[in-house]
């Protein structure tokens, strides 16, 4: 690329190098539970990382370079926040409307593309155009993958709705080549892709540290927001056992917050279950006790926990990135 073109090339930076600022309109910590007050205090303060997104996504920790990767869906970008300054920058911009992301123990990163409607790795440092590794399923072409979770044992996890392909803010219309909405496994050491299980609209999945438990989000009531689209029925956490080799068993009703559809979640390592919702994240215990809440003014996407102590709570709300901090890990 010649000089003069090179200089008319966007700039990465999308947020100054500073602290952030609390959110002055936080009303505070909900506690439905004495445990929770224990873990996160109810003044606790929420910090407003950044600004600017159109619809945050997919928060995904690498620790490798101490900072938060987030996607901008319809603005077709994965930013990182750094741990170090504050700062956010675009990374992979413009990218095929991305949506969720996962982190590899080698510091990869697995994302879910509406776009190219595939799963596609990066190397860790995220340079260049991901390389897409799951584009079909039995010769037909995936719906729009949403969401993605690593196991333990280096198997890719993801759902795939067709929230991607009809609506044309978050990809491109087209017409599913699938019969069904499904959840799948991946392995990358064999190549082999397995579907696991079939939901309405397969949105959130994430596993308990502890590998025995993994759970998905049907938000198939969130066709009704698609152009011309009739709403599901579906807005829960279901929960799966899941045993050796990837078997899934003990399907079971987990959650469903009250607000809005439960879409992306996280799980600590007490095994409780940080769920999004249209008013906030919601919290519930391994035994399905209702802990309480984190309110927040706007819809919250998804969720994760990260940062150098592992103590800090990532939200992605829509047009904001967000974190609380708790007590203890």
């Known amino acids: 690329m010649d000089p003069v073109n090179q200089n008319l090339l966007p700039g990465r930076l999308l947020r100054r190098p500073g602290r952030p600022m609390a959110d002055p309109d936080f009303p505070g910590v909900r506690t439905g539970a004495a445990c929770?007050?224990?873990?996160?205090?109810?003044?606790?303060?929420?910090?407003?990382?950044?600004?600017?997104?159109?619809?945050?996504?997919?928060?995904?920790?690498?620790?490798?370079?101490?900072?938060?990767?987030?996607?901008?869906?319809?603005?077709?970008?994965?930013?990182?926040?750094?741990?170090?300054?504050?700062?956010?920058?675009s990374l992979i911009d413009p990218a095929w409307f991305p949506n969720g992301n996962a982190v590899a123990a080698d510091g990869s990163v697995y994302h879910c593309e509406h776009g190219r409607r595939c799963i596609s790795r990066s190397a860790p440092g995220l340079q260049g155009e991901p390389e897409p590794v799951v584009t079909h399923y039995e010769g037909r072409r995936l719906n729009a993958p949403n969401d993605v979770a690593v196991a333990p044992?280096?198997?890719?996890?993801?759902?795939?709705?067709?929230?991607?392909?009809?609506?044309?803010?978050?990809?491109?219309?087209?017409?599913?080549?699938?019969?069904?909405?499904?959840?799948?496994?991946?392995?990358?050491?064999?190549?082999v892709l397995a579907r696991m299980a079939d939901f309405e609209q397969p949105n959130g999945v994430a596993l308990a540290p502890d590998g025995r438990t993994l759970y998905v989000t049907d938000t198939s009531r969130a066709l009704g927001e698609a152009p011309g689209g009739s709403p599901g029925s579906r807005h829960e956490v279901e929960a799966f056992t899941l045993g050796a080799g990837g078997t899934l068993s003990g399907r079971r009703f987990f959650c469903s917050p009250a607000q809005g559809n439960p879409?992306?979640?996280?799980?600590?390592?007490?095994?409780?279950?940080?769920c999004s919702a249209a008013d906030g994240?919601?919290?519930?215990?391994?035994?399905?006790?209702?802990?309480?809440?984190?309110?927040?003014?706007?819809?919250?996407?998804?969720?994760?926990f990260g940062g150098s102590s592992g103590r800090r709570l990532f939200i992605a709300a829509s047009t904001r990135l967000l974190a609380i901090d708790l007590s203890e890990a």
């Open 281 to 304: 994240v919601h919290i519930w215990s391994a035994d399905q006790e209702y802990l309480g809440s984190v309110p927040i003014a706007e819809t919250v996407c998804n969720v994760c």
């Open 36 to 89: 929770l007050a224990e873990v996160l205090a109810p003044d606790a303060p929420l910090w407003v990382l950044h600004e600017g997104s159109i619809h945050a996504e997919g928060p995904a920790w690498q620790a490798s370079h101490r900072r938060l990767l987030f996607s901008d869906v319809p603005n077709r970008r994965i930013n990182a926040w750094y741990e170090e300054d504050g700062r956010v920058e």
């Open 153 to 191: 044992d280096g198997a890719v996890w993801f759902t795939d709705p067709v929230f991607g392909i009809v609506m044309p803010a978050q990809g491109a219309l087209a017409e599913p080549e699938l019969t069904h909405r499904s959840l799948y496994r991946f392995d990358p050491a064999s190549g």
């Open 263 to 274: 879409d992306g979640l996280a799980v600590d390592s007490r095994g409780w279950v940080w």
